[in-house]
């Protein structure tokens, strides 16, 4: 069907035309169908929007971003013809039947998921049947290899590559801020990929961006790596397996998380950078994603099925994730305890703890130690751990190298126990509420800090947590909520709840 | 935060509100989640869109249908503050976890799903979570009640309500032009709503459309069907079972149609109309929706066992699904056949004979007749069910009473058999698709008209089908498919495959 281009003012994700009711009538397609349009030799698949009011009959609406893409503008004649789904929409009907995909369907799938030909719906309806109806370790690794190759890699020179990944679910995990320099104080190279928050308080990438620039090109952290022996870069800036982005953008309304796509993202990331040793923190606990240790040790076993079938050596490590890793919660409030405990070299056990922990495992599995974790120490007591740190900070376009220079929300209020007693409870999902409505990921400087952590005595008066911000509305906001739901539970050393018994002994 | 509402030109379905990738951080929302906008007193829930160059930073974009609703135009003030998912979203991802829903719950997620709470991405979820892990008949019953509850209803002041359903997915199925008026005939109420075409050639209601105005209110059908005792009504202009609709449209994009949706959605239809009687239509055979008599069997088992718990008497017809029911396929000429075989009292034996069939079992049903098949075939040929369409279509203010004054594409194509033989198959969704390149269902001339039937003797240069089109191009695409894909599988009476072979018999 002949028709004229008008040129929408907005920016869309993916292809898409708006047609008026009339038109997409005469074509026969409805809201979601698509349509080919050509102009000239040229020409794009879009997906069809019949939105009243937005062009008028006899009109095709373009976003202006698509429209040098067929070399049109406003007012020119266009050709739009209906055309089928993508044949791998079949293979997605093929999965919520109960299928088993090959690898060519698989292949066929992640191709059109990268590149942006299925929509939300169809993506949506691909991850739920795979949480629903599962996928076996045949599909995943073919998922994994076909997202590693639909989009750039990278491949080093010289040395020995390892990486890390963390499954997340904990707040406060700062621990990749000094496990890279460590790693690649050790003569490694760990070019680390990291994700922005999405529920959560903080991700690694907004963590690191307070200290230095994180949307480094793939050439980029090649090159960073090389030379000073690690990065912290954001995943979402480069083109290393981008199919997993349109996955995760689904995942998020949903508000689910299946297994065969959670070890695909992580391992295809690993696999695009070259990684050979791979060490994965499977944080368990009540409040993070992994409940309880049977299904953390299923999952571990999954991960290093993976790894062997895709060539990479793999470790899982469960850790402890009922309660924040560290103390502070929020992209400024962890740089700056990341970089004070590389400075002062001790700080927080957890912290320390786990970080020396999974940077030993990583030298172990190099070959590089027999014994990781006191090597792992030595770098990070000898100093040398922090001025790697400052080296990748000045690699990264960074000006902050010291935490005093770390500038946190100067609204604050902190919260104190008006009884004694010990920690008996910290809830991570609160806190990491209480975070996001202090403004946290967005203002940097918001967050939380917590001063009392599992069986901490309390006294009094104590500070139990303090709330940063960088706007006043949303401090009270975020007071609102740690005054309603409680982010720690303090038992009472007295037995104050009964009332009608009174406790003889003394303090 | 405070914002300034910027009206937007064009009509969205649901509440939506654009604001840009700035304030969407700042309010730590992404697209989906759900914004509160105040302007004094009044509110609405609006989902988010981020779509850059839509609106400027400290914009909220609304679009003018909506903006009555909170008494606001252009340039006001707004608060807009992030609100959680409805809690029925809690529901879909409890059944996407395989567990069974109570009756509150899917109470509460068809109210949201009616009122337009739920976007679709979770409606999708809900749907396709139904079809891959299936729900019992206690939660079908409840959804067909909750349907039924959160939509508008009608109460008769006299007689006997009866009504049929066909489940759909034969061509040509255009027997409820002729079951209505014998039904009516008879004395009996038979307020049928009817669906427009999705996916096929024509919908009843499209059909219909050619001879009256099918977009009646519930008023109206109240009115009409008590004073000549039958109507043909589009479904969609009513609140009949709202949720429905929206069900509907997200199963399309997913081109999946779940069991317990499809019951639900049936049932929910005749309860809100008061229907005592029920007889449903269940075409069986290769290309129709139930591909063999096992699975049918099931199907009608489910629909009398729902209809028991509802309180409605349910009857299940398996029909013959394999090839058109008539010969005619698309809007007028179905209409045109309809009207000429209550004309003629004759005409296809598969239009009439099923016609009957289903007539009868109703009238048996209503306790109307002992032989409820020569009843209806008495109605039939006697005029009565002929003047009483003429009744109807005149209620339902048309012009159109006579077959002769049908107007059809005047752009036709015929095929003719280059060899002779006998019609071995016929492929429903090959004529559908001829028919829809034609132009059917929006062109209301546009379709196909079947000459040669399964088993049906073909000689060389005999018409197999006609091809109608309203307009020329349309026509032409027809033909290019009718083609490439034969829609009629003619074998021959010798033994032409094996040229190796000579067969010795007579013609």
Known sequence: MRMKIKALPFEVRRHFVALSERDSKELGVLSG????????????????????????DGECGISNLFLSEIDAKEGDGAEVVPVPKPKSFQHIRKKILGGKLSKEEIYELINDIASGSLNEVEVAAFVSASYMLKMDLDEIEWMTKAMIDTGERITFERGTVVDKHSIGGVPGNKITLLIVPIIAASGLLIPKTASRAITSATGTADTFEVLANVNLSVDEIKEITERVGGVIAWGGATQLAPADDHIIRVEYPLSIDPKPQLLASVMAKKGSVG?????????????????????????????????????????????????????????????????????????????????????????????????????????????????????????????????????????????????????????????????????????????????????????????????????????DNAIDIALQEPAVEITGMILEKFPSVRYLGGE
Chains 1, 2 share one sequence.
């Not at 169908?33 to 008028?56: F, H, L, T, W, Y």
């Not at 922090?386 to 919260?415: C, H, N, P, R």
Request: charged share 30%; glycine share 12%.
């Open 33 to 56: 169908d698509r349509v080919k349009i050509s102009v000239g030799k040229k020409s794009i698949v879009a997906e069809v929007g019949i939105i009243p009011g937005m062009v008028k």
């Open 275 to 475: 990684a050979k040793h791979v060490v994965i923190d499977i944080p368990v606990g009540e409040g993070s994603k992994v409940p309880d240790v049977d299904i953390g040790r299923e999952l571990a076993n999954n991960f290093v099925e993976l790894g062997r079938r895709l060539g990479l050596n793999v470790f899982c490590a469960l850790s402890s994730g009922g309660q924040p890793v560290g103390r502070a919660i929020g992209p400024a409030l962890e740089a700056k305890e990341a970089l004070k405990t590389l400075e002062e070299r001790k700080g927080s056990s957890s912290l320390i703890e786990k970080s020396l922990g999974l940077a030993g495992i990583l030298l172990e599995m190099a070959g590089r130690s027999s014994n990781g974790y006191e090597d792992a120490k030595r770098i990070f007591t000898s100093g040398k751990a922090l001025e790697k740190m400052k080296e990748i900070i000045e690699a990264q376009g960074g000006e902050i190298f010291s935490s005093k220079d770390v500038l946190v929300g100067d609204k604050t209020y902190t919260l104190k126990s008006k009884k004694e007693g010990a920690v008996e409870a910290v809830f991570n999902k609160t806190l990491v509420k209480i975070a996001r409505a202090a403004g946290a990921p967005k203002d940097k400087g918001a967050g939380v800090y917590i001063h009392k952590k599992r069986g901490e005595v309390v006294k009094e008066g104590d500070a139990i947590i303090t709330i940063y911000a960088e706007k006043e509305w949303k401090l």
